[in-house]
């Protein structure tokens, strides 16, 4: 892995090489969305389309619903420390970083036991980094690979090809394969190759052949042609790509390397922000917009003039940034957290109360690096956030791409037979480079070559865990259940309740935290929480976390979107309330629904938006238009029931294929139902 560079760093475009002729491939099949055409009145049931394939489709947010495989290699070695095995279950990234590792060998095992262990596991949703260009990690020295700079024919056809070979297999069809786009590489060629202080031979070699955008252009290409595959490429972190002045070039270069060898940027389904990194996902305690004595946080040491204080803020605008490039308004964020949860007794508690802005700053903010540049084994990091689906706005997920444990590079020199070679950014004693303002590296000592297990980083990272995992050790150290059955109940223009199942723990469950778009608004020992103080007219995304006397806490609930209510209008409310009722059989089910304005003014051209169980095919309906796209579903009014009256209500049916599950969250014209 690779350094960031400052933002004061020239950032040419690309030599662009020579365009490569496309190559063949196969196409993925259409989306299974089935539009069931509404009927005359009543009850009658007629069949108006056949069933669309059901594993064709491509979700829009895989994680959604998903059960993820967990790597039972890394799992071994996280269970085999002491407190591990409050982790080990969590899924991490399959690292397919040099080709010997598709075949795998007696220690690891390739990439086709991981799927096969996939299957047995029951999991559908397995997730795999690509990382082995030609010129490899070009702006550092600890993860160079095996394939020198010009060798992109062998990274096409001995590294690419067999990945995709085995990715297509029919036997796999069942499963969504997320792809992590060879780290690093791109950013390293926005910031790290234009002949500035911070850039490298090596980096400006990688610019001149173009083989980081064929590479990158070609596994898109070639991995997005396989209808179950979701690519994500890496967009490094905002202590790297922060400042308007290299995001925008990222975004440009991004969509360069994805219309390169052949790709669309239909061939991209997101982008993963710290990958390997440790910059905090959110700074409670900090913001961009936050200023000491009339003097703004931008201009302290720490945040130097960024535009961004924290990875999820990033992820959100580099997001924006993309879809003014052209990529697809549906693309999500990854986020690793696996090691950037800053807990521990060095973490802040609250803002600080200092004065000035350096002081302040380095008060509050929760990343206790010594530099933003600093990547390599950091001394007092933990395990962030668990893996989690849709924790907030444009964010498909929180991953643990990193795998916990597992070094950034080795502290001395290390003979290997990987083409690692030594960066002194992971000896803790070097103060040499002018990308961290020449400040200590942060490393913890005695390091293994990168990718080997780096046991006294491991206890480190659960001991600073935040959110905590308990005392490793002794004690305590099962989190409560995750809480289910989170839901909207009921909306206002300024606020949001919700409701969810209590959870179990082996202790005792204390309380919950509410998280309102990935940011904790509320500790909780009730049930229930009404969210007040909100702008109308605004989805939120809402997860909850259950905590036990230990400091242990659960991963996230699935996240439910509320939205407020329209203001104005005489103080009107406009919302709902939904009821759904269904009969079920083995492999279909009819759902009988009414929905009630419970507002004082008509919904007009009513349109309901719902979520169903991924594989949910409507093959019939009534009183409404239903439509599905992989987990959510609409239903739209027709010519007779086009209004709901103010205190009215309509009521619709629909049958279908798959398993029924009652919705978690519904919205009608954009405003959120209770559900009951
Ligand atoms: C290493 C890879 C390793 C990965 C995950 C990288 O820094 O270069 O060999 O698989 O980290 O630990």
Redesign the pocket.
């Known amino acids: 892995?690779s350094v960031p560079a400052s933002h004061t760093e020239e950032h040419p475009l690309n030599v662009r090489g020579p365009a490569r002729p496309p190559t063949p491939r196969r196409r993925p099949r259409a989306l299974g969305a089935l539009a069931a055409l509404a009927l005359a009145a009543g009850t009658a049931l007629v069949a108006v389309q056949p069933a669309a394939a059901a594993t064709a489709a491509r979700v829009d947010n895989p994680y959604a619903g998903a059960t993820t495989y967990v790597n039972p290699d890394w799992s071994a070695l996280a269970a085999a420390e002491p407190g591990g095995d409050a982790v080990a279950d969590e899924p991490t990234f399959v690292?397919l970083?040099q080709i010997a590792a598709i075949e795998g060998d007696s220690e690891k095992r390739g990439l086709r036991e991981h799927l096969d262990t996939a299957l047995d596991q029951g999991a559908n949703l397995v997730q795999l980094?690509v990382?082995d260009l030609p010129g490899r990690?070009c702006a550092a020295l600890?993860?160079n690979g095996e394939l020198g700079p010009a060798e992109i024919g062998r990274y096409e056809s001995d590294y690419i090809d067999p990945i995709a070979d085995i990715l297509d297999d029919p036997a796999y069809a069942s499963l969504r394969i997320v792809t992590l786009i060879e780290p690093d590489s791109l950013p390293n060629l926005v910031t790290n190759a234009g002949g500035t202080a911070g850039s490298t031979d090596a980096c400006a070699t990688m610019k001149a052949n173009g083989n980081y955008e064929k590479g990158v252009g070609y596994a898109l290409h070639t991995l997005g042609a396989i209808p179950n595959v979701y690519n994500y490429v890496d967009a490094a972190h905002h202590g790297w790509l922060g400042w308007d002045s290299n995001l925008v070039p990222a975004a440009q270069e991004f969509k360069k390397a994805a219309t390169t060898s052949g790709a669309t940027v239909n061939d991209v389904a997101g982008f993963i922000v710290n990958t390997?990194n440790y910059s905090a996902t959110t700074e409670p305690y900090l913001k961009i917009t936050d200023s000491v004595n009339g003097q703004t946080v931008r201009q302290s040491k720490w945040l130097d003039w960024n535009q961004y204080a924290d990875e999820q803020t990033f992820a959100q605008g580099l997001r924006t940034a993309l879809v003014a490039q052209g990529f697809d308004s549906g693309i999500g964020m990854l986020i690793d957290t696996s090691r950037n949860g800053w807990g521990g007794s060095a973490r802040p508690t609250a803002p600080s109360t200092a004065t000035s802005v350096d002081a302040f700053v380095d008060g509050s903010r929760t990343d206790r690096r010594i530099h933003a540049g600093n990547w390599c084994n950091q001394s007092g990091a933990g395990l962030g956030e668990r893996p989690a689906a849709s924790p907030a706005t444009g964010i498909d997920a929180y991953v643990w791409a990193?795998?916990p444990g597992?070094?950034?590079?080795s502290s001395k020199a290390i003979d290997n037979d990987?083409g690692?070679g030594f960066d002194r950014m992971c000896d803790p004693t070097y103060t040499g480079n002018g990308r961290n303002g020449n400040s200590m590296s942060g490393a913890l000592a005695d390091s293994p070559v990168?990718?080997h297990w780096f046991s006294a980083q491991f206890r480190q990272l659960l001991a600073n865990a935040y959110p905590p995992v308990g005392s490793p050790g002794g004690g305590d150290t099962r989190a409560p259940s995750v809480p289910a059955g989170l839901k909207v109940t009921g909306t206002t223009a300024a606020s949001v309740s919700l409701s969810w199942s209590a959870s179990t723990d082996d202790t005792a469950v204390t309380g919950y935290d509410v998280y309102r778009d990935g940011t904790k608004v509320t500790t909780t020992s009730a049930t229930s929480y009404t969210d007040p103080g909100l702008k109308a007219s605004t989805a939120y995304a809402y997860t909850v976390r259950a905590k036990d006397a230990a400091g242990n806490v659960s991963a996230a609930s699935a996240a439910v979107t509320g939205t407020t209510a329209a203001s104005g209008g005489g103080g009107g409310t406009g919302a709902c309330a939904a009821t759904w009722k269904a009969n079920t059989w083995s492999g279909g089910f009819q759902a009988d629904v009414t929905l009630k304005n419970t507002g004082d003014r008509p919904l007009t051209a009513w349109k309901a938006t719902f979520t169903v169980p991924s594989g949910t095919v409507v093959t019939n309906a009534w009183s409404a238009t239903v439509s599905v796209s992989g987990t959510t579903a609409t239903a739209t009014h027709v010519d007779y029931n086009t209004d709901i009256a103010a205190g009215g209500s309509v009521s619709f049916g629909y049958q279908g294929t798959g398993t029924y599950a009652a919705p978690t969250s519904v919205t009608v014209n954009g405003q959120s139902c209770a559900l009951s």
């Open positions: 892995m690292w970083d980094v990382y990690d600890a993860s390997a990193k795998p597992e070094s950034d590079g990987e690692k990168a990718g």
